[in-house]
């Protein structure tokens, strides 16, 4: 099954991501994805460098401290995500979430795509597939986009 769906049934250029729940939030599995720089200590992508223009996509572990996260390259301006890493990647505002009862529960792994890029388009065409088949693999029910 497609994650997208033409706007409004028909073929149009305009892509809408669309995918309904198959159950409520408080029985899913969630992942974040972010395109944010961050990086995490450890993991897959872990000792790379975030550089301008960087189309990769990091592995942040679910268990991953927000406060151990790379938040942007030494050249960009985070200074707000410095002071609350949570506004990049929300993984405590989710964690409690998950203690609430709110939501299910987190996969073992999220993501973040790392780097500030002008040719956004090319990254979210060629390493998109790759992404959504590793959080198929998680059996990831929904994921929280977060634009960043």
Do not use: F, K
Not at 18 to 35: D, G, I, T
Request: glycine residues 10%; aromatic residues 2%.
């Amino acid at each position: 099954m497609s994650l997208l769906r033409r706007a409004g049934g028909r073929r149009s250029p305009a892509l809408t991501p669309w995918a309904p729940l198959r159950r409520p939030l408080a029985e899913c599995r969630l992942a974040l994805v972010a395109s944010s720089v961050c990086a995490a200590p450890r993991g897959a992508g872990a000792g790379q460098g975030v550089t301008v223009g960087d189309p990769v996509w990091r592995e942040v572990p679910g268990d991953a401290a927000t406060d151990a996260l790379r938040v942007a390259p030494p050249d960009a301006d985070a200074s707000a995500a410095n002071l609350d890493r949570n506004l990049a990647m929300a993984l405590d505002r989710l964690r409690d979430a998950v203690a609430d009862g709110r939501l299910g529960e987190l996969d073992g792994r999220h993501l973040a795509l790392g780097g500030v890029m002008a040719a956004t388009d090319r990254a979210v065409r060629g390493r998109s597939p790759v992404a959504v088949r590793s959080l198929v693999a998680d059996r990831v029910d929904t994921a929280l986009l977060v634009p960043t």
